[in-house]
């Protein structure tokens, strides 16, 4: 499959804490993606980690990729009640992108 | 800068009627085209993509059909809907590769009763 899976399946955290969900695929990739969905609108582009590149930040996230493990994480430090959203990973598969189930977040204030 | 266009924001249709959905692209030339479906709750499940005018890949066998009458414009039809068509349609494009990221409209809430 090259779906990438994402877990856990639902996070729930207090603001201000981190919060961090891993995603898992099968095949050899050239990248990986995160998207975030909030809820009722389309996804929304946050990272993307080349297969040659094994950590990425953008403000206050940070990604990181084992390809030997075959999977990421996506880290959210200092999280904020607007990051209350849907987390998916994605990899490529020719000349499309398929997508998990995705992480549902929930940051509490 | 590209901007990308889906309508309706919402729809709801009776069981057996036709579909159509419509989504443009503006600021580009020739983008990869695709269009998701999710049911609520759940994951995307990508239905058709499009890497030309007239050229349609369909990923799952089911009661939908995708054109691309033009280069920027990726239309979604069924003839009679049904009651498991319901759920959130999103347009994407991306550009050159498949494999690079991909900008997605607000999506359409399509209910069949």
């Known amino acids: 499959s090259q779906q990438g899976e994402e877990d856990p399946q639902a996070l729930s955290i207090q603001e201000g804490e981190n919060a961090t969900m891993n995603c898992s695929y099968k095949?050899?990739?050239?990248?990986l993606q995160w998207y975030r969905q909030n809820s009722g609108r389309g996804l929304v582009h946050l990272i993307l980690?080349?297969?040659?590149?094994r950590e990425k930040h953008s403000g206050r996230l940070r990604v990181t990729l084992d390809t030997s493990k075959k999977s990421s994480s996506l880290l959210i430090t200092a999280s904020r009640a607007a990051d209350t959203a849907s987390y998916f990973c994605?990899?490529?598969?020719?000349?499309?992108?398929?997508f998990g189930q995705g992480t549902r977040l929930t940051i509490n204030p | 800068s590209q901007t990308i266009h889906q309508w309706p924001a919402t729809l709801v249709q009776p069981v057996g009627s036709p579909l159509s959905l419509e989504c443009t692209v503006e600021?580009?030339?020739?983008?990869?085209l695709y269009w998701y479906r999710q049911a609520a709750g759940r994951g995307l499940q990508l239905l058709f993509y499009?890497?030309?005018?007239?050229?349609i890949s369909s990923e799952v066998p089911q009661n939908l059909s995708a054109s691309r009458p033009q280069d920027r414009q990726f239309i979604l039809s069924s003839k009679k809907l049904l009651l498991s068509d319901s759920g959130f349609y999103l347009c994407?494009?991306?550009?050159?590769?498949?494999?690079?990221?991909?900008?997605f409209g607000s999506g359409t809430q399509l209910s069949v009763l």
């Open positions: 994605t990899i490529q598969g020719a000349q499309k992108l398929v």
């Open positions: 980690i080349r297969s040659n590149e």
């Open positions: 499009s890497v030309g005018i007239g050229q």
């Open positions: 994407a494009w991306n550009k050159d590769r498949g494999h690079e990221k991909l900008f």
């Open positions: 600021g580009t030339s020739n983008p990869n």
């Open positions: 095949t050899s990739i050239n990248n």
